[in-house]
């Protein structure tokens, strides 16, 4: 049969040869599975991920290297003592004291191969091809015309039942060959044949040194105690052809399903049962599934994947050409600056794609969504494919609230419960402190260490501040829904967060409240000696975050009503109000440290002190906005992938849409070619690239676009502040406005043509809505739209 080509959409992958490497690869995800699928012609990979797939396990964090209290509290100290005399060399020494080790790794599970052959020879090469992913559905098809024979193959991974489910339909005058492989990069234990299928048992390592970290032994597993996870895989398979096991003769239709499990709990928690068990249940889905039948695990898949998708779409106009598949419609953008706007489809996929891919990697029930997402293929994967938590994970879920999933969310919050028992051990231990403390790297089993056995940079390893940050997600979720059962749930993870802040703050000799010994994450500056250091007092960052941590104490327990007679909302209310705004140097830019002769790094891809612009949503003056502004210029546009999306979010809310312009043309670079450590692109499957691949711009992007479209940070909703030429023309439905306003938006040219808001309960009452710079009041009720065009904005209400 003749392959029909797909129609021009901002909802689908599509191209016309196999994957050749795993950046062409395409991805499904069910949130606790994750697969990246190929499209071969005479042999299929599909390379699987299980969310629960970690090297290591409960006792790991405690293992090895770990700084006694004394020595710990002692480092602690002397970097405190060195950094109020400016020995700024010793302040970074002493921390090396607390360092650890480093977190365990996200690891590939099992690969299925499917090969083909007819006559006893595999497929020969296809005469026509098309391999596409839609995104509406999270379905993979691959349709392919070899020796008059053609196959066509549909993936899906279902969330409601944790499968694989791949059917397989041929026409040709004897059907093909089909022979399966479960190929496991794992320990394997044991391999149980059955009439129609394969179980296999396996063994995960006991630890898996970092990429960067030279050893002799990269992989280690145990000696039999359950110390790790153990797992298994099962397969099961139905068709209409001739064989059994794992092969058949003349096969016109098939259906394989499979699945994974592990013995893994919870983050943190002991591990419970074995290979056995997770085999059990493993098996147990599968025999549901195939009892079930294909058409009814579709059908499941496709209404729980879709009811999340369909919420929120950016649509930006079509390819140039029906027939031009996704790759060479990037190769078209990488050619020069302004391709990006003859094809500003692109755009529209691209968010729609991210959306799709944190749908795929964090659901209930899972961990989660790594650095990589829910996809990776190496054992020791880059940066261990781990949660980096002083940008990376959080900007993760940015788009969560943006564009309506917060089912994405709840993984987010379990880790963090996580976080804060097992850093209740590192605050007492490292700080002698109450309360829970993280640093900035974590795994599954809630990391919470200082990274570096000793030997690592004090920029990156030494960053207490995870706590702050992911406790914003909290805050955002109830400013854009109402959470109150939310809120008591984090409640006492909130406020044992804010009683470890308050231990850390130091007073200043002008008598404001700050942090020492402090960081601005993974920079260095220069002192007017000319000595270089990481270490210093109050950087920008750690006192944004500690006030806006402060802030969430007082909101929650206000909402939750215990805000009373608590000892640990009255200091922390108390605090904030000591702790000075970002300030502005004397080159007119942001201050990184409130101490104005040290210079930070120039270009550097991190801007932890801008964090106040983006995401924070403190009060910005006109004077600060300025100072951000010049910081973001002084910084440059040029860097690693989630550096450029955070630039672009930071531009969009400074209403720089030309700023946003020319961060989203270095984005659309091709990240196969190698132009540095820190220059971000795209690969041809649309992952974005650090490089390599790190899944943070992908999801990141969203939100900056969304941010352009669509902000409510600051009491006002705000429409189309920083949208880029790229996307003269378009339509946005459902994204979310605080504090729970649904937006539907469509320009055309530049301008605004309409603007429909409905609100939810929680987000009923009298709204100011602000459009090319005029502010109006909306009233709205629940569940009623209410439609504006630019006509509605030329009669603004007074100034307030």
Same mark, same amino acid.
């Given at each position: ?238 068709? =209409?052809?001739?064989?059994? #096991? %794992?092969?058949?003769?003349?096969? &016109?239709?098939?259906? +394989?399903?499979? !699945?994974? /499990? ?80 003859? =094809?500003?489809?692109?755009? #529209? %996929?691209?968010?729609?794609?991210? &959306?799709?891919?944190? +749908?795929?990697? !964090?659901? /209930? ?436």
């Amino acid at each position: 049969m003749a392959i029909s080509l797909p129609d021009p959409s901002s909802h689908g992958l599509w191209f016309e040869s196999p994957a050749r490497s795993w950046t062409e690869a395409l991805p499904l995800g069910s949130g606790l599975m994750g697969a990246m699928v190929f499209g071969g012609v005479a042999e299929e990979r599909i390379q699987i991920n299980d969310t629960t797939g970690w090297s290591g396990g409960p006792a790991t964090e405690l293992s090895g290297r770990v700084p006694s209290a004394e020595v710990a509290q002692a480092g602690i100290a002397r970097s405190r003592e060195a950094v109020a005399r400016g020995d700024w060399i010793e302040a970074d020494e002493a921390l090396r004291a607390v360092q650890h080790g480093y977190p365990q790794s996200f690891l590939p599970f099992t690969d299925l191969i499917v090969r083909f052959s007819t006559a006893g020879r595999p497929r020969g090469e296809a005469r026509e091809y098309r391999r596409s992913l839609d995104l509406s559905t999270a379905t993979h098809t691959v349709t392919s015309v070899a020796d008059d024979v053609t196959v066509r193959m549909v993936v899906r991974l279902s969330h409601v039942r944790k499968v694989l489910l791949a059917v397989i339909d041929v026409e040709g005058p004897e059907g093909v060959d089909v022979e399966l492989e479960l190929v496991c990069p794992l320990l394997v234990r044991e391999r149980r044949a059955a009439s129609d299928g394969q179980d296999v048992l396996v063994r995960l390592p006991d630890d898996v040194a970092p990429d960067k970290l030279v050893t002799d032994e990269p992989v280690r597993y145990g000696d039999g105690e359950q110390t790790a996870l153990d797992g298994a895989v099962s397969l099961r398979w139905t068709h =209409d052809g001739h064989g059994d #096991g %794992l092969s058949a003769a003349r096969v &016109r239709h098939a259906e +394989i399903v499979l !699945s994974t /499990e592990t013995n893994f709990v919870a983050p943190g928690a002991a591990l419970s049962g074995d290979a056995e068990t997770a085999l059990t249940r493993a098996r147990g889905r599968v025999t549901e599934a195939v009892a079930a039948g294909a058409e009814v695990v579709a059908a499941e898949q496709e209404a729980d994947h879709g009811l999340l998708y369909a919420r929120s779409a950016l649509e930006t106009g079509a390819a140039p050409d029906a027939g031009v598949p996704t790759d060479r419609r990037l190769v078209a953008a990488y050619s020069s600056p302004a391709s990006v706007a003859s =094809d500003p489809g692109l755009v #529209g %996929l691209l968010f729609n794609f991210g &959306r799709y891919l944190l +749908i795929c990697s !964090s659901r /209930e029930g899972g961990l989660p969504a790594n650095l990589q997402g829910i996809w990776n293929d190496k054992m020791q994967p880059p940066w261990s494919s781990d949660y980096t938590t002083n940008i990376n994970l959080e900007m993760n879920y940015w788009l969560a609230e943006q564009t309506d999933l917060p089912e994405c969310l709840p993984p987010l919050f379990e880790f963090t419960k996580a976080l804060a028992i097992s850093g209740t051990e590192t605050a007492s231990r490292v700080f002698g402190a109450p309360g829970w403390v993280a640093f900035h790297c974590s795994d599954a089993w809630g990391y919470t260490q200082s990274v570096g056995d000793g030997t690592h940079d004090p920029s990156w390893a030494f960053s207490p501040f995870t706590g702050p940050w992911l406790l914003q997600h909290v805050r955002e979720r109830i400013r854009f829904g109402g959470d109150v059962e939310l809120a008591r749930s984090m409640w006492p993870v909130i406020r044992s967060a804010g009683e470890f802040h308050l231990h850390l703050l130091v007073e200043e000799p002008d008598g404001t409240l700050g942090t020492s010994p402090s960081t601005s994450p993974e920079n260095h500056f220069t002192a007017p000696d000319g000595r270089r250091g990481a270490t210093a007092g109050s950087s920008t960052m750690d006192v944004t975050l500690t006030r806006d941590l402060f802030r969430l104490v007082g909101e929650v327990a206000q909402l939750i009503g215990v805000a009373g007679d608590d000892p640990v909302v009255r200091a922390a209310t108390a605090a904030a109000r000591r702790l000075p705004d970002p300030q502005i140097g004397a080159d007119g830019m942001i201050r990184e440290w409130t101490d104005d002769t040290l210079r930070a790094d120039p270009d550097h891809r991190h801007t932890a002190h801008l964090y106040f612009v983006h995401p924070g949503d403190g009060p910005t003056t006109p004077e600060l906005a300025e100072a951000a502004q010049r910081s973001l210029e002084g910084r440059g546009d040029e860097s690693t992938g989630w550096s450029l999306v955070w630039k672009m979010a930071m531009q969009a809310r400074l209403g720089r849409p030309d700023r946003v312009s020319s961060l989203l043309r270095l984005l659309f670079r091709d990240a196969t070619v190698y132009r540095g450590p820190y220059v971000g692109g795209i690969y041809p499957n649309l992952f974005t690239a650090h490089p390599p691949f790190q899944i943070d711009a992908n999801f990141g992007f969203v939100a900056a676009i969304a941010e352009g479209l669509l902000q409510s940070h600051a009491g006002v909703v705000e429409i189309m502040k920083g949208v880029p030429e790229e996307l003269p023309s378009g339509t946005v439905t459902g994204l979310v406005a605080r504090p729970g306003i649904v937006v539907d938006l469509e320009w055309a040219h530049g301008e605004l043509v309409s603007a429909t808001l409905r609100a939810r309960a929680h987000g009923a009452g009298t709204h100011l809505v602000r459009y090319a710079g005029r502010l109006i009041e909306v009233e709205l009720a629940a569940d009623t739209p209410v439609r504006l065009d630019a006509a509605a904005f030329a009669v603004p209400v007074p100034a307030l």
